[in-house]
């Protein structure tokens, strides 16, 4: 990737993080600390990878992301907007009265979200079945699945990893946002997900690991993982939770649903200037 198109990105994921804040404390509380976590794998995602039209949602063909971890929804609703497929107003409606966008991402209301998830363990099974889908109409779409790594400890991530196997399915591309903490404290001490990249490996995936905050090194995964023909694809992300901004990142693993006031918002905002 050229040092133009890094810097191009870079600035798309601070303006992100920026309006994801101000997003969140529009209702004063929220996941931000996953939100903040995903921001430069949604930016190469919208920006780099996916064949889709802002204009026409629901384009035959479209390249589908399937954000497992629907909670984060609102750290997607800013991408959304940025890439034009409803106003950035919208975002300061968010989990609202007749809002479009819910706190958990819903398929139904919002333009740009093919799945509606939010209950844990379940999006990629969902994912799974749209690149077997695709692979059966011969429509040439990937499949993306962010899933979160507290959210790997559900049985079913691992039934929906069994099948992409058995199928064969190498137009699924899933990435595992490795922020090392979930609801109530780090993964660690809970359930370990250890070697996370040979628990992948053995379920036949093509796994690889990088620095989820490099958009370089996240367009390089993926554009590796495409060339890899007949098993699908994991991208494990090390990231931060609450990335970005000191007010959130010391929170450490209580950076989870928390209040968003207007004076962490303006501390916050004060620190990306
Ligand atoms: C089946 C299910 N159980 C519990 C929850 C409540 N819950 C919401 S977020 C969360 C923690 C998720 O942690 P992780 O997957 O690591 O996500 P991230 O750190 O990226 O926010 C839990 C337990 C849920 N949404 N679904
Ligand atoms: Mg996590």
Redesign the pocket.
């Known amino acids: 990737m050229k040092r133009e198109e890094v810097m191009e990105l870079e600035e798309f994921c601070k303006e992100t993080r920026r309006l994801t804040v101000r997003q969140i404390a529009s209702l004063g509380l929220g996941?931000i600390?996953?939100?903040l976590?995903?921001v430069e794998l949604l930016g190469v995602l919208y920006n780099k990878c996916m064949n889709i039209d802002p204009g026409n949602p629901g384009m035959k063909g479209r390249d589908r992301l399937v954000l497992s971890?629907?909670?984060?929804g609102p750290g997607l609703y800013t991408v959304l907007a940025q890439k034009g497929y409803y106003p950035i107003e919208e975002l300061y409606t968010l989990n609202k009265p007749g809002t479009i966008l819910p706190s958990?991402v819903d398929m139904l209301k919002t333009p740009g979200i093919d799945m509606s998830t939010?209950?844990?363990?379940?999006g990629l099974s969902c994912a799974a079945g749209m690149a077997k889908a695709s692979k059966i109409v011969g429509d040439g779409a990937y499949i993306y699945a962010i899933?979160?790594?507290?959210?790997?400890q559900?049985g079913q991530i691992w039934e929906a990893a069994m099948t992409a196997s058995q199928y064969c399915l190498d137009n699924l591309i899933t990435f595992v946002?490795i922020?090392r903490?979930?609801?109530?404290g780090w993964?660690d001490e809970i359930v370990n997900m250890r070697h996370m990249k040979e628990r992948w490996e053995s379920f036949g995936f093509f796994a690889q690991e990088v620095d989820g905050h490099s958009v370089e090194q996240i367009y390089e995964a993926i554009e590796r993982a495409k060339e890899t023909k007949g098993i699908p694809s994991v991208i494990l992300l090390h990231t931060v939770?609450g990335k970005g901004f000191n007010t959130f990142e010391s929170l450490g693993a209580k950076c989870?649903?928390i209040p968003v006031t207007r004076e962490m918002e303006a501390q916050a905002l004060a620190e990306l200037e």
Do not use: I
């Open positions: 996941h600390g996953g939100a976590s995903m971890k629907g909670h984060c958990h939010g209950s844990l363990g379940q899933v979160g790594d507290g959210e790997c559900e946002d922020n903490a979930q609801c109530d993964v939770k989870h649903h």
